[in-house]
């Protein structure tokens, strides 16, 4: 059975940090490419970050290049991402996803960020 479970959530101030992780089962992630999609309240969902399978290349959406970091550990089938100097404007529900092409994607339940002094 796949499943994809989030956890690290929670709420931090402003310039805090937190570390997201995302616990894979029923798939490798090393053969997916992986990533963290987040969803503010009143707002659409999108792409914060992702891996990809081969080789391991990374990318950021511009508003958290710098301050956000994705990796992956293969031996726990684990994918993270480690957030630093965090914003209000971060504040969202973060979810993981994986893909493959010509597959149907999997999705997380979503952890909840929130960015508050």
């Known amino acids: 059975q796949v499943q994809l479970v989030e956890s690290g959530g929670g709420l931090v101030q402003p310039g805090g940090s937190l570390g997201l992780s995302c616990a894979a089962s029923g798939f490798t992630v090393s053969r997916y490419t992986m990533s963290w999609y987040r969803q503010a309240p009143g707002k659409e969902r999108e792409l914060v970050a992702y891996i990809t399978s081969n080789g391991g290349s990374t990318n950021y959406a511009d508003s958290v290049k710098g301050r956000f970091t994705i990796s992956r550990d293969n031996a726990k089938n684990t994918v993270y991402l480690q957030m630093n100097s965090l914003k209000p404007e971060d504040t969202a529900v973060y979810y993981c996803?994986?893909?493959?092409?010509?597959?149907?994607?999997?999705w997380g339940q979503g952890t909840q960020v929130t960015v508050s002094s």
């Open positions: 996803k994986a893909y493959k092409t010509w597959t149907t994607p999997y």
